[in-house]
T-cell receptor, first 112, second 120 residues
Framework: GQNIDQPTEMTATEGAIVQINCTYQTSGFNGLFWYQQHAGEAPTFLSYNVLDGLEEKGRFSSFLSRSKGYSYLLLKELQMKDSASYLCAVRSWGAGRRALTFGSGTRLQVQP | DSGVTQTPKHLITATGQRVTLRCSPR?????VYWYQQSLDQGLQFLIQYYNGEERAKGNILERFSAQQFPDLHSELNLSSLELGDSALYFC???????????????????FGPGTRLTVL
């Protein structure tokens, strides 16, 4: 099966940097996604990693270490609108399995 | 706007009833996924369809069923509803590769706005 762990809640200050960690256990790894979800709204795609290393996209960066089963999402220059849940999701290959498995999400609260 | 549409936006019904949720994927996307998100819980994968055929099954109850039609829209049918079925139901779509091919692009899933189901 698959297991994805991420912290339940985090708090950070406007303008600061925050790192949200995600660890996973899976077979047939085929990519890790980060999604942002505001309360009651649809998740929106933030980033994708399939090879080790850092992917940078504006204020957001995501890192992957496949050997460690570890990823993090880095948010810089935090803004109040970044208050949301951040979902780590793993895609894996297997018999008939191509869907994403999501972690429970990390609720980020940005304070003034 | 992701390009994925879902109807209805809200649905209130009673226990024991049956409802149908509808999803239209983004233009060109062949795969449709259904997820359930209960209060304070993560997204639980229910089922995936690709070009009209069931591709993968997650934690979908036997009371639930889905299908994808030739025009690629999909419906999720929930029957004998229980209080615990109250949740947000999301549909997502992606291009998806051909069967057996390794997907080298992002192939991310685009989510619809969801249907909030309340069972009273």
């Amino acid at each position: 099966g698959q297991n994805i762990d991420q912290p339940t809640e985090m708090t950070a200050t406007e303008g600061a940097i925050v790192q949200i960690n995600c660890t996973y256990q899976t077979s047939g790894f085929n990519g890790l996604f980060w999604y942002q979800q505001h309360a009651g709204e649809a998740p929106t795609f933030l980033s994708y990693n399939v090879l080790d290393g850092l992917e940078e996209k504006g204020r957001f960066s995501s890192f992957l270490s496949r050997s460690k089963g570890y990823s993090y999402l880095l948010l810089k220059e935090l803004q109040m609108k970044d208050s949301a849940s951040y979902l780590c999701a793993v895609r894996s290959w297997g018999a008939g399995r191509r869907a994403l498995t999501f972690g429970s999400g990390t609720r980020l609260q940005v304070q003034p | 706007d992701s390009g994925v549409t879902q109807t209805p936006k809200h649905l209130i019904t009673a226990t024991g009833q049956r409802v149908t949720l509808r999803c239209s994927p983004r233009s060109g996307d062949l795969s449709v996924y259904w997820y359930q998100q209960s209060l304070d819980q993560g997204l639980q994968f229910l089922i995936q369809y690709y070009n009209g055929e069931e591709r993968a099954k997650g934690n979908i109850l036997e009371r639930f069923s889905a299908q994808q039609f030739p025009d690629l829209h999909s419906e999720l049918n929930l029957s004998s509803l229980e209080l615990g079925d109250s949740a947000l139901y999301f549909c997502a779509s992606s291009v998806e590769g051909t069967s057996g091919a390794q997907i080298s692009s992002y192939n991310e899933q685009f989510f619809g706005p969801g249907t909030r189901l309340t069972v009273l």
